[in-house]
């Protein structure tokens, strides 16, 4: 009797933390979501407007243009960010010197704050000032571009910030699951006579999917959160070029100040992440059992 009354001891940190910093803010979040919640009104206080700040999000132009730039942010960021990291996975599983020295250096940019990454990049693609329009104008880009500053190049600019930061999280995920496979089976294809394409296809990737997918689960919903670098970066723009759904939402709610608002457009975000991950987990685990 007294064991079980220990483990509920240990457990009630982690109860109490779970209910203060998640369900309860959930919960509230959901509150506000049916309630008219202005701070620049309190006097007006929370009225009941049941699905109707649903319904103004949904029915904004503005929310749909967020939703295509956000889509398209995450799926550019996400394919580059697995396409680099496998290759880099790749090179340096074959590393026999300095591999150490190699992963450490990779993984720098994770460990960095974000909000130092966003004034870091802003500072190098300055047009005038910054070190990489100075190397790009040397092989033949026009100089002094904005690259931050101009509408057409903005998003596209802060996809390469993001791919920079994230990617040796993939890269170190997948090179776990490159350093935990048996060498038997690539042994076996080279006596066969099996070419490297052909090995890496056939053998490779069945072996290292499962850390595949859990990298680019990671790196999706990871994605959808960006929010420092846009903010450092651009700051949503220019005009509306990168106002993805965390920085409209930080907008409604933190300029706006429409609180009942923006939470409900928390809450959309919320489920539209957990449907897109549920249906690429499902479409991976038809990959699986298919192959």
Same mark, same amino acid.
């Given at each position: 009797?007294?064991?079980?009354?220990?483990?509920?001891?240990?457990?009630?940190?982690?109860?109490?933390?779970?209910?203060?910093?998640?369900?309860?803010?959930?919960?509230?979040?959901?509150?506000?979501?049916?309630?008219?919640?202005?701070?620049?009104?309190?006097?007006?206080?929370?009225?009941?407007?049941?699905?109707?700040?649903?319904?103004?999000?949904?029915?904004?132009?503005?929310?749909?243009?967020?939703?295509?730039?956000?889509?398209?942010?995450?799926?550019?960021?996400?394919?580059?960010?697995?396409?680099?990291?496998?290759?880099?996975?790749?090179?340096?599983?074959?590393?026999? #010197?300095?591999?150490?020295? @190699? +992963? &450490?250096?990779?993984? %720098?940019? *994770?460990?960095?704050?974000?909000?130092?990454?966003?004034?870091?990049?802003?500072?190098?693609?300055?047009?005038?000032?910054?070190?990489?329009?100075?190397?790009?104008?040397?092989?033949?880009?026009?100089?002094?571009?904005?690259?931050?500053?101009?509408?057409?190049?903005?998003?596209?600019?802060?996809?390469?910030?993001?791919?920079?930061?994230?990617?040796?999280?993939?890269?170190?995920?997948?090179?776990?699951?490159?350093?935990?496979?048996?060498?038997?089976?690539?042994?076996?294809?080279?006596?066969?006579?099996?070419?490297?394409?052909?090995?890496?296809?056939?053998?490779?990737?069945?072996?290292?999917?499962?850390?595949?997918?859990?990298?680019?689960?990671? #790196?999706?919903?990871?994605? @959808? +959160? &960006?929010?420092?670098? %846009?903010? *450092?970066?651009?700051?949503?723009?220019?005009?509306?070029?990168?106002?993805?759904?965390?920085?409209?939402?930080?907008?409604?709610?933190?300029?706006?100040?429409?609180?009942?608002?923006?939470?409900?457009?928390?809450?959309?975000?919320?489920?539209?992440?957990?449907?897109?991950?549920?249906?690429?987990?499902?479409?991976?685990?038809?990959?699986?059992?298919?192959?």
């Amino acid at each position: 009797m007294e064991e079980k009354k220990l483990k509920y001891i240990f457990l009630l940190p982690v109860f109490v933390f779970l209910l203060a910093f998640i369900i309860f803010p959930l919960a509230y979040s959901i509150y506000l979501s049916f309630h008219r919640c202005g701070l620049t009104h309190p006097e007006i206080g929370t009225p009941f407007v049941g699905i109707g700040n649903y319904w103004e999000l949904l029915s904004s132009p503005e929310f749909w243009d967020s939703t295509l730039k956000t889509l398209g942010f995450v799926a550019g960021s996400v394919l580059f960010s697995f396409l680099l990291g496998l290759g880099l996975a790749l090179s340096l599983v074959r590393v026999t #010197r300095l591999k150490e020295f @190699f +992963r &450490t250096a990779f993984v %720098i940019p *994770t460990i960095m704050p974000p909000i130092v990454i966003g004034l870091l990049w802003r500072f190098m693609l300055h047009p005038h000032l910054g070190i990489i329009d100075y190397l790009l104008s040397q092989v033949g880009f026009p100089p002094h571009m904005a690259w931050l500053g101009n509408p057409s190049t903005a998003l596209f600019s802060l996809m390469v910030i993001d791919v920079w930061e994230w990617m040796p999280l993939m890269m170190l995920i997948m090179l776990a699951g490159l350093m935990s496979i048996p060498k038997a089976p690539f042994e076996a294809a080279k006596v066969d006579g099996l070419s490297r394409w052909t090995t890496f296809r056939k053998l490779t990737v069945p072996m290292i999917k499962p850390m595949m997918i859990v990298a680019i689960l990671i #790196r999706t919903m990871d994605a @959808f +959160r &960006t929010f420092e670098i %846009i903010y *450092t970066g651009t700051k949503g723009g220019p005009g509306t070029a990168t106002k993805t759904w965390e920085f409209f939402a930080y907008r409604i709610g933190w300029e706006y100040f429409n609180m009942g608002l923006a939470s409900a457009f928390s809450i959309i975000m919320l489920f539209l992440i957990i449907g897109l991950c549920m249906l690429l987990l499902r479409s991976f685990r038809r990959g699986v059992q298919i192959g």
